[in-house]
Each structure stands twice: as C-alpha cells, then as structure tokens.
C-alpha cells in the first residue's frame, strides 16, 4: 500500500513563503506554487519543493534532498532550474525555486506531430539541453578546481520547455559530483538511483559514470521523440536491464520513415554500449545533431508550446491567477482587520494610560510656560568691562 501525505492547503505559510497551489508530486516529494512578500508591494512567486511528511525522518531521503541542495547551490545557468535557497520549516526540508511556465519536455513532444516537426523541436531542446549539462560536466569551484557533476537522471520528465521556448533541466536530486571529493548520498544495497529506462549500462552495472552516462540518457529521448515510442520498454526491470546492456538500437527510420539516414549513426553513436565509443562530451553530441538538422529557434518552440498545449497552459493560468488573487484579497482583509483590533485596544487601554499621559502634559504645560517667561523677559546680560584688563599680581 503507498502512503499518501495529505496535501498542504492554500493559505498556509511555510517558512517566509504563502503556500497557494499544489503543482505535483512525485515519490519522494512534493512541489507547491509559493508566494514570498516584502515591503513597497514587493512579490514573487516560487516552487516550493519538500520531502514528503512520512519521508522526511528517514535519513536517506534527507541526505538525497540535502544533497540536491549542495548540487543546486553552485549550479547557475540559463538552462538549469535556478534554486534560491534550502530552508527548515516546522522541522521539515524545503527547496525554494525559480517558477516556471510551460510544460514538460514529454507532454510537449506528446502532442507533436511525427516527421519533421518533431524532428526539429528534438533538436532544439537536445542542443539547449546539452549546454545546461555541458555546463555541469565542466563545472570549476571558485577556486579553478574541476567539480564536475553527473545528473544520473536525465529523462523527459525532467526537461521542462517554458512557454519562452527555453529548456531546463530539472531534479539534480541523484546528481553525484565525479570526483574524489563529496558524491551524492550512498545507495542502499540492491537500490537504483534514476529511472531504469534511460540509464546507461554502466549505471546499471554500478560503475564508474561520467558526462558520457548522461550522453546516453539524452540519446534515449532523442530516440523517444522521433518514434513516439520507449525505447526500452520491457516487462520486468531484468528485461529492461537485459535490453540496455545487450540489444541493438533499432533504426528510427524502422518506426517512422521520414528522417534524414544519418540521424540513426548519430543516435547509435550516442547509445553505444561502451561510454569509448560514444561522443566525448553532451556538447559534440548536440553539435552533430544540429549539423543534420537544422533546430528550431527559442521563438518557434515557444510557438509550438503555446499552440500544442494551449489547454494545459490556459488551464495552470487559471488556476494560478485564481490563488494569487484570492490570496491578496485574505492578506488585505486581515491588514484591514489587525488594524481594526489595534485602534480598539488603544481605546480600550486609554483610560489606564490617561493619567501618564495627563502628568505628561501637565509637565510640558509647565515647561512651555516656563519658556515663554524667559523669552519675554530675558536675562540681562552683564556689561562688558571697557578698556584693558586689570594685571594679576604676581
């Protein structure tokens, strides 16, 4: 039986930020649309992400969300979810990110057309996508010194195209730097990190992984994009895992003819079996798929995202701007109410503070009084002596 946590409700605060929607939630957590508000009208709308309540005392799920923060925290790129800052709420682990508006990357190429539409939008988003984990696998601390940072989860669903036409990579949950300094959180015995489906047979086999593991991932959802199809779709995770590590990659050209031939040695270069044998980096991948097709521009996937998902799109506004509006009318009827409550309580405790306040002004009474005496009649100053001083004695 799975264990669901009851949502949070609209209206809530967590931490500094008003809880307003529930966006989704997965396995291990749970993602809510935010508010935070400051002086002068100031606001802005974030993606709460927290563990799940009945998770979040297990110590393997806090280090994987910890571990998401420590990734998240040095990672700033156009093409990667922008995270703001981790936070502790009523003892519990939350992430605060930047919104996004549009859609995953599978619910888009879902509603595409096969041919070649489809063909370059996959571009667009594999080249965009590419940067933001070309990015990582290159990544430098502040010092010069090479950190590098594997996703080991990269899948459609954790590629989101906004309605800007802008891909992010979403989720550095697993992400696990390679090298010898802090990895992501150790796996329990016989347990998988990612999604069995797009790993690579070296992460299946629990080897060495490296940017070329992500590589191949990417090259799964190319190969899902054009077909419309899993690649790996098995019966059982040992079918899956049997597939991954022994099966040919069947042609894309097989599925849906209509895909210059060359498209099938770029995919099958991207999904070898032996990382050698794959592209050196996400970045040569991206740049010999787009010498084969040209891409779509931001402004055509943005097109595309407005038009093949316009209901899911008109539909998340509505809600959005329901909550938001209902949330400012709460937030000035209770300003308008707390100020009621103080104006009453002045009244109510004025007769107790009218005897300070009477000695108060008894007192300044006097002292004006006082002032204007010393005005009218000031004192006379003593005249000055004339001529030279006297000499002291010696």
Not at 22 to 31: D, H
Not at 94 to 105: I, R, T
Not at 234 to 249: G, H, N, S
Not at 292 to 319: F, H, K, N, T, W
């Amino acid at each position: 039986m799975v264990h669901r946590d009851p949502p949070r409700k609209g209206g809530e605060r967590f931490g500094r930020y008003d809880i307003l929607l529930e966006l989704g939630r997965g396995g291990m957590a749970e993602l809510y649309l935010g508010r935070r508000s400051g002086v002068g009208g100031f606001e802005k709308l974030v993606a709460i992400k927290r563990i799940l309540p009945h998770l979040a005392e297990d110590p393997q799920f806090r280090e994987l969300f910890l571990n998401e923060a420590r990734i998240a925290a040095q990672l700033s790129h156009p093409n990667v979810c922008q995270v703001h800052e981790l936070d502790e709420a009523d003892g519990e682990l939350f992430l605060a990110m930047e919104y996004l508006e549009g859609v995953s990357w599978d619910a888009l190429i879902a509603a595409a057309p096969r041919g070649e539409i489809a063909m370059r939008l996959a571009a667009a988003v594999i080249a965009q996508t590419s940067e933001g984990l070309h990015y990582a696998h290159t990544l430098h601390d502040a010092t010069g010194h090479p950190t590098p940072i594997v996703h080991r989860d990269v899948s459609p669903s954790n590629l989101f195209i906004t309605i800007d036409g802008v891909c992010k990579v979403l989720d550095f949950g697993i992400a696990k730097m390679a090298t010898g300094g802090r990895a992501g959180p150790k796996t329990r015995t016989g347990v998988l990190k990612g999604k069995l489906p797009y790993m690579a047979p070296e992460q299946i086999k629990g080897e060495a992984v490296d940017g070329r593991t992500d590589l191949f991932a990417l090259g799964v959802c190319l190969w899902e994009a054009l077909t419309g199809e899993r690649l790996y779709d098995r019966d059982t995770d040992f079918l899956i895992w049997k597939a991954i590590t022994e099966d040919p990659v069947p042609s894309v050209n097989a599925r849906v003819q209509r895909y210059p031939a060359a498209i099938d040695a770029v995919i099958a270069r991207a999904l070898a079996k032996d990382p050698a044998q794959r592209y050196a980096t996400v970045r040569e991948f991206a740049a010999e798929l787009t010498r084969i097709v040209y891409p779509m521009s931001d402004a055509e996937v943005a097109g595309l995202v407005r038009s093949l998902c316009a209901d899911r799109l008109a539909r998340r506004q509505r809600e959005v701007a329901t909550v938001v509006s209902e949330s400012r009318a709460a937030s000035l009827e209770l300003r308008a109410m707390t100020g009621a409550d103080v104006d009453r309580d002045v009244d109510r405790d004025a007769g107790a503070t009218t005897n300070l306040r009477g000695g108060a002004e008894r007192e300044s009474s006097a002292a004006s009084t006082i002032g204007a005496a010393r005005r009218a009649c000031p004192r006379r100053s003593r005249p000055r002596a004339r001529g030279p001083r006297p000499r002291r004695p010696r």
